[in-house]
C-alpha cells in the first residue's frame, strides 16, 4: 500500500503512514480583545479537520520527490492538492506549515512529519 500526492499531472507515492494518523477537528475563530481587555470571539463558521503524518525510512529519493511537491508544486501552504490515503480514500489537502523537516536516521534513509489540513474527516 501507499499513499499519493497530486497536483495537476504531478503525482509523488510515499509508503504508508507510521504510527497511526491522528485527526484533530478545529472549529476557525479568531481571539481578539476590546481595548478595555476583554475577549471579542469572531466565528468564521468554517470546521476543518487536520491530520498529522509521519514517514520512518524514506530514502533519499521519496525524500526529494516529497521536497519537489512542497516546494515547486504545493508552494508551501498556498496551493491545495489531492491526498489519497492507504485505504483509496481522497481528500482535498493543504500543507499546514511553511516548513518541511526531515531527519536523518542512516545513510540515505529520513524520517519525515507533516501537518495537513483536510476536506473531510475519517483519514
Not at 484533530?24 to 476583554?38: C, E, F, I, K, P
Not at 492507504?86 to 529520513?110: Q, S
Given at each position: 500500500?501507499?499513499?499519493?500526492?497530486?497536483?495537476?499531472?504531478?503525482?509523488?507515492?510515499?509508503p504508508d503512514p507510521v504510527g497511526g494518523t491522528p485527526l484533530?477537528?478545529?472549529?476557525?475563530?479568531?481571539?481578539?480583545?476590546?481595548?478595555?481587555?476583554?475577549?471579542?470571539?469572531?466565528?468564521?463558521?468554517?470546521?476543518?479537520?487536520?491530520?498529522?503524518?509521519?514517514?520512518?525510512?524514506?530514502?533519499?529519493?521519496?525524500?526529494?520527490?516529497?521536497?519537489?511537491?512542497?516546494?515547486?508544486?504545493?508552494?508551501?501552504?498556498?496551493?491545495?492538492?489531492?491526498?489519497?490515503?492507504?485505504?483509496?480514500?481522497?481528500?482535498?489537502?493543504?500543507?499546514?506549515?511553511?516548513?518541511?523537516?526531515?531527519?536523518?536516521?542512516?545513510?540515505?534513509?529520513?524520517?519525515?512529519?507533516?501537518?495537513?489540513?483536510?476536506?473531510?474527516?475519517?483519514?
Amino acid at each position: 500500500m501507499s499513499v499519493t500526492l497530486t497536483l495537476d499531472a504531478v503525482v509523488v507515492t510515499l509508503p504508508d503512514p507510521v504510527g497511526g494518523t491522528p485527526l484533530t477537528r478545529v472549529r476557525r475563530q479568531v481571539l481578539s480583545r476590546t481595548q478595555s481587555g476583554l475577549p471579542v470571539v469572531h466565528d468564521l463558521g468554517v470546521e476543518t479537520h487536520e491530520i498529522e503524518v509521519a514517514w520512518e525510512s524514506l530514502t533519499a529519493a521519496e525524500k526529494d520527490a516529497l521536497l519537489g511537491f512542497f516546494g515547486d508544486n504545493a508552494e508551501g501552504m498556498l496551493n491545495p492538492w489531492i491526498y489519497t490515503d492507504e485505504y483509496g480514500t481522497d481528500y482535498a489537502a493543504r500543507f499546514l506549515e511553511p516548513r518541511l523537516e526531515f531527519r536523518k536516521n542512516a545513510r540515505d534513509m529520513y524520517d519525515a512529519r507533516v501537518r495537513l489540513e483536510l476536506d473531510a474527516p475519517g483519514a
